[in-house]
């Protein structure tokens, strides 16, 4: 783990010796709860940057993630997300049947800055310290300009002008094939004419998938903390806006989760009135447990990082040198995944989620052995 290249934190009091060690152990507690393989955290003064990167498995290629930029509530927040993440996106690969690991990275701050170009060369110069152990692209809280600033620095970043650019739409599109799934799997046919779906998040992924279920004819009830996004949503598509905490509520066929993680917990899945949970956001499940609830409650459950996995397909594209139609039909093949997952739950009595992961964890093993026979 590199340490902060410099800290700007003052005291009147300095910590002990003991609670400086009962930090530390906690921190390297986290690093080991998912056995990532590398994390770095940097602090930059001259632009302020903040930054972490965590790299989780490189079994079947190298790490990549996109980079967020949130103001957390704390460093350790931070740290958390940033390790799920990582996590994800390695399974999200592994099923997806991409030659890639699983990363991230984080910077802690406003993503609403105007003067950008400092913190993203900052964070380019971290990213290229890593030597192509991580790629990174687009995430919540940044642009495809953002990333120009990073390629100014480093050739390890995917998602540029004029290459594979935005994965939201393949994104949303993958997403709306993995509703079609769910349907199939729960009403025996993926018609969503007349569905009503709940969606929440109005940002691009939500966005684009709204468009895509108001031309199957779906019926939309949308939901932001960005008002105007919602209003975007609503005039575009003849959705009925809810109050943010209301869409747990709303009686539908499907709710699809589009914007940050940890949204399915004890409090909201004893809201829910919808037969199917399928969206694109990361990290759906608060805990594990809470994918044992759904399952107890007839809930159909979409693994997030299977469905949401359209985005990392299309970066995939620009490394390879995919066509656009290429990664969109790829992106597709999210429907016969699920309803493939869908059926190892059932023959193993297991939650899709656990099916999931099996899946994944196969796929890294196996090709673990391959490397191993090489060496």
Not at 32 to 40: A, F, G, I, K, P
Not at 138 to 144: A, I, N, P, Q, Y
Not at 350 to 362: C, G, K, T, V
């Amino acid at each position: 783990m590199k340490a902060p290249a410099k800290s700007s934190a003052s005291s009147s009091r300095a910590p002990s010796a003991t609670a400086k060690k009962e930090e530390a152990t906690a921190l390297f507690a986290l690093l080991e709860e998912h056995e990532h393989e590398q994390v770095s955290l940097v602090y930059e003064p001259s632009s302020g940057y903040r930054g972490i990167i965590a790299i989780h498995d490189t079994t079947l290629g190298p790490a990549l993630g996109g980079t967020r930029f949130w103001n957390y509530l704390n460093d350790r927040e931070a740290l958390i997300d940033c390790l799920r993440l990582a996590r994800g996106m390695t399974y999200k690969a592994a099923v997806a049947g991409l030659n890639l690991g699983g990363g991230k990275s984080v910077i802690i701050g406003d993503n609403k800055i105007r003067n950008r170009e400092p913190i993203f060369r900052a964070h380019g110069r971290h990213v290229k310290a890593l030597g192509g152990r991580y790629i990174t692209a687009e995430d919540v809280g940044t642009s495809v300009g953002d990333m120009e600033f990073i390629k100014a620095e480093t050739d390890h970043v995917t998602g540029l002008i004029g290459k594979s650019g935005d994965p939201s739409p393949v994104t949303a599109f993958g997403v709306y094939r993995g509703i079609k799934a769910c349907a199939k799997h729960r009403y025996g046919d993926a018609e969503l004419r007349g569905k009503k779906v709940a969606i929440q998040g109005c940002g691009h992924v939500g966005y684009y998938l709204a468009e895509l279920l108001y031309k199957e004819g779906a019926d939309l009830i949308v939901t932001d903390i960005d008002s105007a996004k919602v209003e975007r949503v609503v005039k575009a598509f003849e959705a009925k806006a809810v109050a943010t905490d209301d869409i747990y509520g709303v009686p539908a066929s499907v709710f699809a989760p589009c914007a940050l993680g940890g949204i399915i917990n004890d409090q909201t899945i004893a809201q829910l009135e919808v037969d199917i949970v399928a969206g694109g956001a990361n990290n759906q499940l608060a805990e594990e447990r809470h994918g044992d609830m759904l399952e107890e409650r007839g809930i159909t459950y979409a693994p997030d990082y299977v469905i949401n996995a359209g985005g990392l397909v299309n970066v995939n594209a620009e490394l390879e040198g995919w066509t656009m139609e290429r990664a969109r039909n790829k992106a597709g093949e999210i429907y016969d995944t699920l309803l493939m997952l869908f059926e190892i739950a059932g023959e193993e009595g297991i939650p899709s989620y656990r099916a999931a992961d099996r899946l994944a964890e196969r796929r890294i093993a196996a090709i673990a052995k391959v490397r191993q026979n090489f060496v």
